[in-house]
């Protein structure tokens, strides 16, 4: 019994664990490939191409490089929270993937049914959410720590823009929670999956407002304030080696989760288009398990082509433009957006 107990309880969690970080590091690290190849063909340039077939290995290039390099601390920063500051914006990303569920549970010969996730908690998408605003602590501590006023301005900055779209963010969201009656993600995909409509027709201002909000979330372009390259440098000026390494992994991972539970809340999920999933399972588990894993794939790739779209299309907004955005137009749509969703869900989703 104790042993049972032993692999039920502690081995298979762990193994999935492993699993899932080893796919995510590999997803996180090649999606830099990736962005910098279209970057290239969207400018009429060559991305990087040379380390390895096709470029293909430049990300190992990149990641022992960082490895390799000196890890500086500045005279004027306070050491410990200089070196720990990177680790709060690391680990959040990375624990939020623990709750995505990839495919409709298999039951097993032995009758026991097997949930394609780490952990399918009830309260799935309120964790991630609070997940993605601790990250915040660690870019303002890397700012406030680093002794440097121009970290400290990007800190400040990336602070104010998060309390500026996380409101929206929530709002939108919580229509999602409205319309699906339940905070777990798995049956988020099955309330879509049972109404045969995805939550994106009901929700399509909310799922506008929350694409906006989720871009300025992960400090990517056209709200890459807190870092501004060609202003203030950003809150990682002071930082190398493996602890700017941290903060790069920590973006891309933000993107990589924010392009997997997108399609969980508006687009079905693992659920594929123009085919009833549930009834298929009952006759075919396995292949509705390749294909809804393959469906959430395609759908998650879409996204992460966006984020890399508007990164080569749109230009950087100023300060003042970005904080309107998010207080003067998007706080009150998701406001509007979350009373017309109420009343879809009272009169017309009984």
Request: overall charge positive.
């Amino acid at each position: 019994m104790n042993s049972q107990i032993l692999i039920n309880y502690i081995a298979f969690p762990l193994i999935k664990i492993a699993i899932l970080l080893a796919a995510v590091f590999t997803v996180v690290a090649y999606i830099v490939l990736v962005e910098r190849r279209l970057l290239g063909f969207f400018q009429s340039r060559l991305g990087p191409n040379r380390v390895g077939p096709l470029g293909l290995i430049q990300p190992v290039a990149d990641g022992l490089k960082l490895f390799l390099k000196e890890d500086l601390i500045p005279t004027n920063a306070n050491p410990f929270i200089f070196k720990i500051a990177p680790i709060f914006s690391f680990f959040p990303p990375f624990v939020g993937f623990a709750v995505l569920t990839f495919a409709l549970p298999l039951i097993m010969p032995s009758g026991k049914m097997h949930q394609f996730a780490v952990a399918d908690v009830d309260l799935g998408i309120l964790l991630i959410l609070s997940l993605s605003s601790l990250g915040i602590f660690g870019i303002i501590l890397a700012g406030w720590s680093s002794g440097s006023k121009y970290p400290l301005f990007g800190s400040l900055r990336s602070a104010s823009q998060m309390l500026a779209y996380e409101i929206p963010l929530t709002l939108s969201v919580i229509s999602v929670i409205m319309m699906a009656g339940s905070f777990r993600l798995s049956d988020i995909v099955t309330a879509q999956q049972t109404y045969k409509f995805y939550f994106i027709i009901p929700g399509i201002v909310a799922f506008f407002v929350y694409l906006i909000s989720v871009v300025a979330e992960t400090n990517r372009t056209p709200f890459d304030l807190p870092e501004g390259e060609s202003e203030i440098i950003g809150f990682h000026t002071e930082y190398s080696g493996m602890r700017f390494a941290f903060f790069f992994m920590a973006e891309y991972a933000n993107v990589v989760l924010i392009c997997m539970l997108t399609p969980a809340l508006f687009l079905g999920g693992y659920d594929i288009p123009f085919l009833n999933d549930l009834e298929l399972y009952k006759t075919h588990p396995y292949l509705v398990n390749v294909l809804g894993f393959l469906s959430y794939a395609a759908k998650s790739t879409l996204f992460a082509y966006f984020y890399i779209w508007i990164r080569a299309t749109f230009p950087r907004y100023r300060y003042d433009q970005l904080l309107k955005v998010g207080w003067s137009v998007l706080f009150p749509i998701s406001l509007l957006n979350l009373f017309l969703v109420a009343l879809i869900k009272l009169f017309l989703m009984k």
